[in-house]
Antibody, heavy 122, light 106 residues
Framework: EVQLVESGGDLVQPGGSLRLSCAAS????????MSWVRQAPGKGLEWVAN????????YYVDSVKGRFTISRDNAKSSLFLQMNSLRVEDTAVYFC???????????????WGQGTMVTVSS | SYELTQPPSVSVSPGQTASITCSGD??????ASWYQQKPGQSPLLVIY???KRPSGIPDRFSGSNSGNTATLTISGTQAMDEADYYC?????????FGGGTKLTVL
């Protein structure tokens, strides 16, 4: 069974740090781009970051650039999100997502984890 | 930055056809995907590359993309289709979601 399981969400104070992890199983992890997508309470989906198969290409939404770092360990089929200088507005459920690409503009999130909650509050 | 616009809400009677639109500049030049999200659940891919359905998605779900608008159509809408729906596209190495549409089946 193809599965993504996130962990690491917690309550943290503004300015603090947190590292999210995502364990992948049931597919060849090293063959796929991966992403993090978040959803603030009662709000819509927001893409956070992408990483290519080798970890050599990384892209971020402007609001997290310089604060968040996406990485992966293909040997352990794991995806990570290091979050520093956290803000109240980073409060959200964070989903680990598998990416399927097609051509130049095809970019689809086909497998989603259950999400992990990050709460930034004093 | 690129933006996708969806209506906040759409209502449909059971058995009727629901259409949810997603508008963006020259959207026809990009592939659109659609996700269904029910309360307390992770999003589920229902349409990708404008018109394709993943395995296991009922054929009452269909998609189109023309001009500046992509459309998700649900034919013979059922009560179980009540959910939030999000469109998504890729632009200049970033991913964009629409704001979401709450589909009410009443």
């Amino acid at each position: 069974e193809v599965q993504l399981v996130e962990s690491g969400g917690d309550l943290v104070q503004p300015g603090g740090s947190l590292r999210l992890s995502c364990a992948a199983s049931g597919f060849t992890f090293s063959s796929y781009w991966m992403s993090w997508v978040r959803q603030a309470p009662g709000k819509g989906l927001e893409w956070v970051a992408n990483i290519n198969q080798e970890g050599s290409e990384k892209y971020y939404v402007d609001s997290v650039k310089g604060r968040f770092t996406i990485s992966r360990d293909n040997a352990k089929s794991s995806l990570f999100l290091q979050m520093n200088s956290l803000r109240v507005e980073d409060t959200a459920v964070y989903f680990c997502v598998r990416v399927v690409r097609a051509g130049v503009t095809g970019y689809t999130f086909d497998i989603w984890g259950q999400g992990t909650m990050v709460t930034v509050s004093s | 930055s690129y933006e996708l616009t969806q209506p906040p809400s759409v209502s449909v009677s059971p058995g009727q056809t629901a259409s949810i639109t997603c508008s963006g500049d020259k959207l026809r030049t990009k592939y659109a995907s659609w996700y269904q999200q029910k309360p307390g659940q992770s999003p589920l891919l229902v349409i990708y590359q404008d018109t394709k359905r993943p395995s296991g998605i009922p054929d009452r779900f269909s998609g189109s993309n023309s001009g500046n608008t992509a459309t998700l159509t649900i034919s013979g809408t059922q009560a179980m289709d009540e959910a939030d729906y999000y469109c998504q596209a890729w632009d200049s190495s970033t991913v964009v979601f629409g704001g979401g549409t709450k589909l009410t089946v009443l």
